[in-house]
C-alpha cells in the first residue's frame, strides 16, 4: 500500500488537519523537478523543500504538545483522584465504589488518548522518513539520516521515548486501581448491591431519600444526583426526588462531577431519561458544556439512541458537534444504525445543514450499509451521486469495499457510476469489490455493466486482486463476464507489414545454481504463533478481573545460559498471522518469559514463565497461558499456539562423525543435469517408518478396500502386492528413458511412481544424472502415529545416506600443520533434488532441517485452492461426483497448526518469510490472469506451473517471460530447457 493512502486510512478522527500532508509535499518534489529547478540550482531547492517540510513539522508538533499537556494535567487530577479513593476506603466510605467506577472509566480513556498520540507520532514521523527518502531519490542527495537525527533532538514528538515517563505513570495508576477494586470487591460485596440497587430496593430507595436530607448543600445534592443517575438501574422513585430537586432549585446545576465533568444534562443524556434533560433545561442548565472527555450532552443522546433526548437539545439549541475536536453530530449519528436520531437531527435542527456535513454523513453511512440514511439526505437535496470524498471515491466506492449489497444496489439505482475511478489507484467500485471478496456485490456490479478488464494504475484487472486473496468465487463470475487476458502482442506482429522478425539466438541454457544455507545440527527451533482470527477466541489476550485495554505490547524472551532472543508484537495484530521464531541450542535448557505491557512504556502488567518441556510436545494449537500480575493474581490469559522443531539427527558410521563436515562436503552437480529436467515422484511413510515411493493416496488391496500407506509397514505392502522391484530395473534407467513424452517412458515411469519401492533404494539405484522432484506426501489417517518431525526426518535421512553411498570412502589427510592427520571426505556431487509438500509446515521443516535441497511449496494439489480453483475453471460445484482421489486430505497434528494457505498472497508470504525456493501453481489460474506471475517475481520465488492439459497449453506456457518451470505428466521442466 502507498504510504500516502497509508496515512489517509489511519488518521484519527478530529485531527487530520494535523497531520503531514504527504501528499502535498510529493507534488512539491515532483513540482521542483518538473520545474528543473534541481537541475538548475539543487541549494535553492533544497532550501525550499526543507522550509515546506519545517513548516508541515511545526504544526504536527505543535499539536502534539497540546495534547501532552491535556494529557498530563489529566493525569495529575486522576493521581489525586486516586489518593481520595484510598482515603474512602480506609475509611468504609459509602461513595468509593462509584469512584471506582468513575476511575476506571478515567484511567482507561486516558490510555487510549495516549495510543492515539503515539500512533499520530509514529504516523508522522515515519511520513517525515519516507518523504526525506523521496526527495534523496529524486535529487540523488544523502540528507535523510542528518536530517532525521536533527528533527530526533529538536522534535519531542519525533522520539518514542518522549512520553515513557508519562505511560508509566498511567500504566501504573491503572494496576494500582485494578487492585484495589478487587481488595474492595472482595471485602464489600453485600453493600454494593444495596448501593447499585441490585437486590433490596425498598432499602436503596429509603438511603437515597436520607441522603439527600442529609445533604448540606445545593452542591452536595448535585454530585449525590450525578452518582445515582450513574446506575443503570436507577428506580422511579429515586428519579421523581432528583426531578423535584431541580425543580425546587435545590440542586447546583452548574455541579459536575471532579473525574468525569459531567453535568447533569450529561448525566440525564446518557442515562437516557428524558424528563431528567428536561427539567434541567428548564431550569437553566447549560446544553454546550464539554465534560472531561471533550463531549457534549448531545453526544450521549446520539450514542444510546435517545432519539427525543436529541430533538429535545436541538430544539434547545444545542450544539451541532459532540465534542471539541469538531466532529458533527449529523456525522456520528450516520454512522449508527438507528434512522430515527438520524433524522431528527437532519429535519429539526434550526441550522441548516451545509453540504459538506451532508456529504460526510453520507460517507459515513455507506460503511454501515443503511441506504434509508442516504435516502434521507438525498430528499434534502444532497447530490449522492455526484459527490466525492478527497481520493474522489462516491459513496458506491465506499458501500462496495464495506460489502453492503443492498446499499449499493440503492445507489445505482438513483444513478451512481460503476466505472468511476478513485485518484488513489484507479480503482472503480470493482476493484474494492473484488478485492474484498464480496461475491454477491460483484455480481451487482458486472450486472449493472461494470468492466471486468478495467486496468488500474498498477495495470491489474479485479480478477488479479481476487485471485490474489482468494475469493474463487469472484474469480469465478469476473471469468465469466470477459474473456481472459492475453498478451495480443504476437499476433498484432504477425499482421504488421513493416514486422522483421527477431534474429537473436535464443539464451544459452544456464544450470540451476542453489546456494547453501547453514546447517541447524546443533540448534532447536520453536515457533510460536498468534492468530488473530481464532474461532474459539474473540481476542489473543482476554483480561480477567483487571481494566479492558485496547492496545498492549507483548514482549517474549528466551532466556538461556548461552544467549537472550527477544520478539515483540503490537497487539492487536495488524495481520491475521504472526509467527515468532526463537532457535536455541538443542542441548541447553531455557525459558520462555511472556511479558505484557501497555502499547508502550516499561510498566508490566502480568507476566508467565514457560518451561521449554513443554516443547516436547511439538505443537499445540489454541493453547491458554495464564499471565500473573505483580499481586500474584492472575490478570489475563494469553492464546498461543507452538511447534517446535528438531535438529536433523542421522546415524553414521564414519570416523569423527560431523553432520556438518559431510553436509559441506555435498553439492549438486551443476553440469549434470544438463536437460533441465526433473522426475517428480510421490513419498509417503509407512507405519514402520520407511519412506517409499508411491504417489496415489491409497493402496488397493481389494475390491472396494483401500488403505493409506501409513496404516501399513513395509513387510505387508511387499506382501499385498507381491512387489517385485527388480521388474523396474532402476540401474538400466537412463535420463532420456525417463525424460521422453514417449509412451513407454510414461508407462516406466508410472511403473516407479507406483512402485513402493523404498526411498533409499530408489536414489542409490537410480542414475545421479535424474534429477528430482521429491513430493513429501503427508499421513492420511488421523490415527497415524508419526510426528511432523519423524515424517520428515524419515525422508531426510534416507536423502543424506543415499548421498553418502554415492562418496567415494577414501579418507584425505590435510599435510598442514593445524590440521595434521584430521581426516576429511571428499567433495560428493550428490543428484539435482527439489523436496516439495502441500504442506506449508513441511516444507518449513524441510527446509530448517538441511541446508542443501530447495524446498518448494505445492499449491497446485490437494490443497485448499485446488477445489476452488477446479470449481472457477470448470463450473463443476458441490454436487460433481468425487472420487477418492480428488478429496483433499486431512492429518491430524499437521492440519491443526499448519497455516490456511486460501490465497497466492499467503503462499507467498508464508514462502517468503521462510526462505522457501518457489511455488508450484495451477497454470489454468495463471493463464487466465497472466498478471498474478508477477507477484512471484516481487517475493523473489521460483514459479513452477503445472500444466493439466499438456497438448493445449504447454506449448503456449513455455514461453512466458515470467515463469521459471513448467511441471507436467511428473516431468518438470526448467525454463531454460525450453528455449
Known amino acids: 500500500m502507498k504510504y500516502g493512502k497509508h496515512m489517509q486510512k489511519h488518521k484519527i478522527e478530529g485531527w487530520e488537519a494535523y497531520y503531514l500532508d504527504y501528499k502535498k509535499l510529493k507534488k512539491f518534489i515532483r513540482h521542483l523537478i518538473n520545474t528543473d529547478q534541481v537541475q538548475e540550482n539543487l541549494s535553492a531547492a533544497k532550501v525550499q523543500f526543507f522550509a515546506k517540510l519545517d513548516k508541515e513539522l511545526d504544526i504536527v508538533g505543535s499539536f502534539y504538545s497540546k495534547i501532552v499537556l491535556k494529557l498530563k494535567t489529566r493525569n495529575d487530577h486522576l493521581q489525586t483522584k486516586q489518593a481520595e479513593l484510598d482515603t474512602l476506603i480506609s475509611t468504609n466510605d459509602i461513595n468509593s465504589s462509584h469512584l471506582i467506577n468513575l476511575l476506571e472509566e478515567a484511567w482507561n480513556h486516558l490510555q487510549t488518548e495516549l495510543d492515539k498520540l503515539q500512533n499520530f507520532a509514529e504516523i508522522n514521523s515515519t511520513g517525515v522518513s519516507k518523504i526525506v ?124 462531577d471532579q473525574v468525569s465533568g459531567r453535568s447533569l444534562v450529561h448525566a440525564g443524556a446518557r442515562s437516557g431519561i428524558f424528563e431528567i434533560v428536561k427539567t434541567a433545561i428548564e431550569a437553566g442548565a447549560n446544553l454546550n458544556y464539554t465534560d472531561s472527555y471533550g463531549c457534549y450532552p448531545i453526544y450521549y443522546a446520539i450514542v444510546g439512541g435517545y432519539s427525543s433526548i436529541v430533538k429535545l437539545l436541538l430544539n434547545h439549541n444545542s450544539e451541532l458537534n459532540i465534542n471539541s475536536q469538531g466532529i458533527r453530530s449529523l456525522q456520528l449519528a450516520a454512522s449508527l444504525d438507528n434512522f430515527e436520531t438520524f433524522y431528527n437531527l437532519l429535519s429539526e435542527s434550526t441550522t441548516q445543514w451545509c453540504n459538506q456535513d451532508m456529504t460526510a454523513a453520507l460517507f459515513k453511512c455507506s460503511q454501515t450499509g443503511n441506504w434509508k440514511i442516504a435516502n434521507a439526505l438525498l430528499d434534502q437535496g444532497l447530490d449522492v451521486v455526484g459527490v466525492v470524498n478527497d481520493l474522489n471515491q462516491s459513496a458506491l466506492h465506499i458501500s462496495s469495499m464495506n460489502g453492503h449489497l443492498r446499499m449499493s444496489n440503492w445507489l445505482i439505482s438513483v444513478g451512481a457510476s460503476v466505472e468511476l475511478k478513485d485518484k488513489d489507484s484507479n480503482w472503480t467500485p470493482l476493484f474494492f469489490a473484488a478485492n474484498e471478496g464480496y461475491t454477491s456485490i460483484v455480481k451487482l456490479l458486472l450486472d449493472n455493466n461494470s468492466d471486468p478488464l478495467a486496468f488500474d494504475d498498477q495495470g491489474y484487472t479485479p480478477a488479479f486482486y481476487a485471485a490474489y486473496h482468494g475469493h474463487m468465487e469472484c474469480v469465478k463470475l469476473l471469468f465469466r463476464n470477459s474473456n481472459p487476458i492475453t498478451d495480443n502482442k504476437s499476433e498484432s506482429c504477425i499482421h504488421d507489414d513493416d514486422f522483421i522478425p527477431s534474429l537473436e539466438l535464443p539464451p544459452p541454457i544456464i544450470p540451476l545454481q542453489i546456494s547453501k544455507r547453514s546447517y541447524n545440527s546443533n540448534k532447536k527451533l520453536a515457533i510460536i504463533r498468534f ?42 495484530l495488524q495481520e491475521k498471522i504472526k509467527y515468532l521464531n526463537f532457535e536455541v541450542s538443542k542441548n541447553t535448557l531455557f525459558n520462555f518469559e511472556f511479558l505484557l505491557f501497555p502499547s508502550f512504556g516499561s510498566v508490566v502488567i502480568g507476566k508467565a514463565i514457560l518451561s521449554n518441556q513443554v516443547f516436547g510436545l511439538e505443537s499445540g494449537v489454541n493453547l491458554k497461558l495464564p499471565l500473573i ?66 504417489s496415489k493416496k491409497t493402496l488397493k488391496m481389494a475390491e472396494n478396500l483401500e488403505f493409506p500407506i501409513d496404516r501399513l509397514n513395509l513387510s505387508q505392502i511387499n506382501s499385498l502386492t507381491k512387489a517385485d522391484t527388480s521388474i523396474i530395473n532402476l540401474a538400466k534407467a537412463s535420463a532420456d528413458l525417463v525424460y521422453s513424452q514417449s509412451i513407454d517412458s510414461a508407462q516406466y515411469r508410472d511403473t516407479i511412481l507406483n512402485s513402493c519401492i523404498p526411498l533409499e533404494q530408489f536414489l542409490v539405484e537410480l542414475p545421479q544424472d535424474i534429477a528430482l522432484v521429491i513430493s513429501m506426501i ?79 511449496l505445492d499449491i497446485h494439489s490437494d490443497s485448499v485452492l485446488e477445489p476452488i480453483i477446479n470449481t472457477v475453471l470448470t463450473g463443476q460445484g458441490k454436487n460433481s461426483t468425487q472420487t477418492i482421489d480428488n478429496i483433499p486430505r486431512k492429518i491430524d497434528n499437521a492440519n491443526t497448526w499448519d497455516p490456511p494457505i486460501k490465497s497466492l498472497k499467503s503462499a507467498c508470504k508464508f514462502s517468503f518469510t521462510e526462505e522457501l525456493f518457489g511455488i508450484i501453481c495451477e497454470s489454468s489460474l495463471l493463464s487466465q ?26 506449448n503456449t506456457l513455455a514461453g512466458h517471460s515470467d515463469t521459471d518451470a513448467y511441471l507436467r505428466d511428473n516431468i518438470m521442466y526448467l525454463k531454460a530447457g525450453l528455449l
Not at 931 to 943: A, C, D, R
Open 629 to 694: 500480575g505483580s499481586d500474584m493474581n492472575v490478570v489475563a490469559e494469553l492464546v498461543f499456539d507452538f511447534l517446535a522443531v528438531d535438529p536433523l539427527t542421522i546415524p553414521i558410521d564414519r570416523p569423527s562423525g560431523l553432520i556438518n563436515d559431510i553436509w559441506d562436503n555435498i553439492n549438486i552437480n551443476p553440469t549434470e543435469n544438463s536437460q533441465n529436467k526433473y522426475f517428480a515422484v510421490g513419498v509417503q511413510v509407512t507405519f514402520d517408518g520407511i519412506p517409499v515411493v508411491y
Open 133 to 256: 527518502k523521496k526527495w534523496d531519490k529524486q535529487t540523488r542527495s544523502a540528507t535523510k539520516q542528518l536530517y532525521l537525527e536533527r528533527q530526533a533532538v529538536i522534535r519531542p514528538w519525533f522520539d518514542r521515548l518522549s512520553i515513557s515517563k508519562l505511560a508509566d505513570t498511567v500504566a501504573k495508576g491503572l494496576i494500582d486501581l485494578n487492585r484495589t477494586k478487587s481488595l474492595f470487591f472482595e471485602s464489600h460485596t453485600s453493600s454494593i448491591s444495596n448501593i447499585f440497587n441490585i437486590s433490596n430496593a425498598p432499602t436503596s430507595i429509603m438511603l437515597s431519600l436520607s441522603d439527600f436530607d442529609s445533604c448540606k448543600n445545593s452542591s452536595d445534592r448535585a454530585y449525590l444526583a450525578l452518582k445515582l443517575l450513574n446506575n443503570p438501574d436507577i428506580d422511579s422513585c429515586v428519579i421523581d426526588l432528583i426531578l423535584n430537586a431541580i425543580s425546587h432549585k435545590t440542586i447546583d446545576l452548574t455541579t459536575v
Open 929 to 954: 490472469v497472466p498478471n498474478l506471475t508477477s507477484v512471484f517475481s516481487e517475493y523473489k520465488l521460483f514459479l513452477i506451473q503445472n500444466v493439466p492439459n499438456p497438448s493445449t497449453e504447454f
Open 531 to 572: 492468530c488473530s482470527n481464532t474461532q474459539k477466541y474473540d481476542s489473543l489476550v482476554k483480561f480477567i478481573r483487571h481494566i479492558n485495554l485496547n492496545s498492549l505490547r507483548l514482549e517474549i524472551n528466551t532466556r538461556s545460559s548461552e544467549n537472550l532472543i527477544s520478539h515483540t508484537i503490537q497487539l492487536p
Open 778 to 856: 503427508l499421513p492420511s489417517n488421523k490415527t497415524n502415529e508419526y510426528k511432523l518431525n519423524g515424517f520428515v526426518d524419515a525422508i531426510l535421512s534416507k536423502i543424506f545416506t543415499s548421498a553418502l553411498k554415492s562418496q567415494k570412502l577414501v579418507l584425505k589427510v590435510e599435510k598442514s600443520l593445524e590440521y595434521e592427520n584430521k581426516p576429511t571426505y571428499e567433495k560428493v556431487f550428490s543428484r539435482s533434488i527439489f523436496l516439495s509438500s502441500n504442506s506449508p509446515t513441511i516444507c518449513l521443516l524441510a527446509q530448517w532441517k538441511q541446508p542443501v535441497y530447495p524446498v518448494i
